[in-house]
């Protein structure tokens, strides 16, 4: 069984295959009450991740594509979009288990499956390392050698992925903040910090000499996510964010919060075929 098939039920997997993923696909009652149990559409909001969403320092606006994603859900499911907010993907998972919301936007990765159900991904977000001026560091591979403190924020995708990956370099885990990676590398207790380019350009805005790596060593999938248990709600909601990245939806978004280092993934009529 390939990824697209654990994402997606039956049903869904054979309207997208079909070549219909441009076509308008709308709820069933028993999809619209598993994402709508409360009769609202509560989506849970990682404001840890300015790919994803940010908030106005004057005005407190919350804004990004996982707001234009909701919403677009929520007026197809005629439910009322209910912002639930949390500062970065660690506390999100916890709301996961509490109940505490309906849709989520997250990074598809193997350590989330026990919590949460994945559609195929709408956005691919490169990764990469911040590093110093003065760095010998060009590449992943230079960054993982003995003595090198990789920073990262405590349970988010690059934590996740690298907590896999690093072979010889130390992993240095800080709260998924803004204020904790720049401090971090303020006072030298990383020489390297790894994250998604939004995110790392903010970092690199408030230091002094700093740099990013060209490239990327890592593509994050991020998908809307459901928790476990909701395989009706999950498949609508597959099937509706192909319908998204068909219609151009996704890339406008992308385009209007002019999000860097991102792309729209591929269809996942496409991924099937090259057997992601």
Same mark, same amino acid.
Request: charged share 20%.
């Given at each position: ?24 696909? #709308? ?11 409360? *009769? ?7 404001? *840890?991740?300015?790919?994803?969403? @940010?908030?106005? +320092? ?59 159900? #994945? ?10 390392? =911040? ?8 590449? #992943?591979?230079? %960054? $993982? ?9 405590? @349970? ?10 690093? @072979?010889? %370099?130390? =992993?240095?885990?800080?709260? $998924? ?12 207790? /990383?020489?390297? !910090?790894?994250?998604? &380019?939004?995110?790392? =350009? ?10 990013? =790596?060209?490239?990327? !060593? !890592? ?10 248990? &909701?395989?009706?709600?999950?498949? #609508?909601?597959? +099937? ?15 385009? &209007? ?14 991924? /099937? %075929?090259?057997? &992601?």
């Amino acid at each position: 069984m390939n990824a697209l098939q654990r994402w997606l039920p039956l049903a869904v997997l054979a309207l997208i295959t079909s070549g219909c993923a441009s076509t308008q696909v #709308f709820p069933t009652p028993e999809a619209r009450q598993a994402l709508t149990p409360t *009769g609202k559409l509560r989506a849970a909001i990682n404001l *840890g991740n300015p790919a994803l969403a @940010k908030r106005d +320092a004057a005005s407190g606006e919350v804004s990004g594509i996982t707001l234009d994603l909701g919403r677009a859900l929520a007026r197809r499911l005629e439910a009322e979009f209910v912002p639930v907010l949390y500062p970065n993907a660690g506390a999100l998972l916890d709301g996961a288990k509490a109940g505490a919301w309906d849709i989520g936007f997250a990074a598809i990765d193997p350590a989330r499956a026990e919590t949460l159900q #994945f559609t195929a991904p709408y956005m691919e977000v490169g990764n990469t390392l =911040l590093v110093s001026f003065g760095s010998g560091i060009r590449t #992943f591979a230079e %960054a $993982d050698r003995p003595g090198v403190r990789v920073g990262v924020g405590v @349970k988010n995708a690059a934590d996740l992925y690298l907590s896999r990956n690093l @072979k010889e %370099a130390q =992993l240095v885990r800080v709260p $998924d903040t803004l204020d904790a990676a720049v401090e971090l590398l303020q006072t030298g207790k /990383a020489e390297v !910090y790894a994250g998604n &380019r939004e995110r790392l =350009l903010a970092v690199r805005d408030r230091l002094v000499g700093y740099r990013l =790596l060209d490239g990327r !060593y !890592y593509a994050v999938e991020h998908a809307i996510v459901v928790p476990r248990g &909701r395989g009706l709600g999950v498949g #609508f909601a597959a +099937a509706f964010i192909e319908e998204l990245k068909s219609s151009g939806a996704v890339a406008e978004s992308i385009k &209007r919060h002019a999000i860097r280092g991102v792309d729209v993934a591929p269809s996942a009529k496409g991924r /099937a %075929a090259a057997g &992601r």
